[in-house]
């Protein structure tokens, strides 16, 4: 059965530093990769997703994601945090053959000044 | 467009009542799902439609019924609350079914005592 694990709980990186998130997916095929962001109190909102070739794929809000096959993962990054990136970011991965998407647990972004 | 609502947003019920969580979206998606999100848990997909009067479960429906008898609503009714349905419940549509961009709605916090 496919998974999404995101080993950082919670991350703190001070403004204007750069951010890495991390994701593994377990999937027996290509999968379809997302992260999704969500603001205290909000629903979801897409950032970014990845569905086939190129492996660097650009989302919004300055925020990118390259997949690695190899490595099953899909991190995301960002080249400099600003405060109004806090918020909990969510890796999910779409089942192919179905009608499900598997969510990670959530990593938690904390910006200090 | 308003794109997805729910209401309420936040609910208190005791152990036993009945509740229906309303859900609609205005984009003329064929896929609206539900989901609850727990601490530590991520998102965990309840039931799912891919179209009008086609709904089928998710990773965790007991306790839960839905209907989808419009293209709009998909409602999700708890039968018979339990304190362990005590959650936030997200409701989420998308335009195309293998595409899986959804679109998520405010969320509906609902408490059990």
């Known amino acids: 059965a496919q998974s999404v694990t995101q080993p950082d709980i919670h991350i703190t990186v001070s403004e204007g530093a750069s951010l890495e998130l991390r994701c593994n997916y377990s999937?027996?095929?290509?999968?379809?990769l997302f992260w999704y962001v969500q603001s205290p109190g909000q629903g979801l909102q897409l950032l970014l997703k990845?569905?086939?070739?190129?492996?660097l794929v650009q989302g919004i809000k300055g925020f990118e994601a390259e997949f690695k096959r190899s490595q099953s993962s899909f991190n995301l990054r960002k080249p400099s945090v600003h405060w109004s990136d806090a918020a909990e970011y969510f890796c999910?991965?779409?089942?192919?053959?179905?009608?499900?998407?598997?969510f990670g647990a959530g990593t938690r972004l904390f910006v200090k000044a | 467009n308003a794109g997805v609502t729910q209401t309420p947003k936040f609910q208190v019920l005791k152990t036993g009542q009945s509740m229906t969580l309303q859900c609609a979206q205005d984009?003329?998606?064929?896929?609206m799902s539900w989901y609850r999100q727990d601490p530590g848990m991520g998102l965990r997909l309840i039931h799912y439609?891919?179209?009008?009067?086609?709904?089928d479960q998710g990773e965790v429906p007991n306790g839960y019924n839905v209907s989808r008898s419009t293209t709009e609503d998909f409602p999700l009714r708890l039968l018979s609350a339990a304190p362990s349905q005590t959650s936030v419940y997200f409701c989420?549509?998308?335009?195309?079914?293998?595409?899986?961009?959804?679109?998520f709605g405010p969320g509906t916090r609902l408490t059990v005592t």
């Open positions: 989420a549509s998308s335009w195309q079914r293998d595409t899986y961009e959804q679109y």
């Open positions: 999937y027996g095929a290509t999968p379809y």
């Open positions: 990845y569905f086939s070739g190129d492996t």
């Open positions: 999910a991965v779409g089942d192919t053959g179905g009608f499900k998407t598997i």
């Open positions: 984009m003329n998606h064929e896929y």
């Open positions: 439609s891919v179209g009008a009067g086609i709904t």
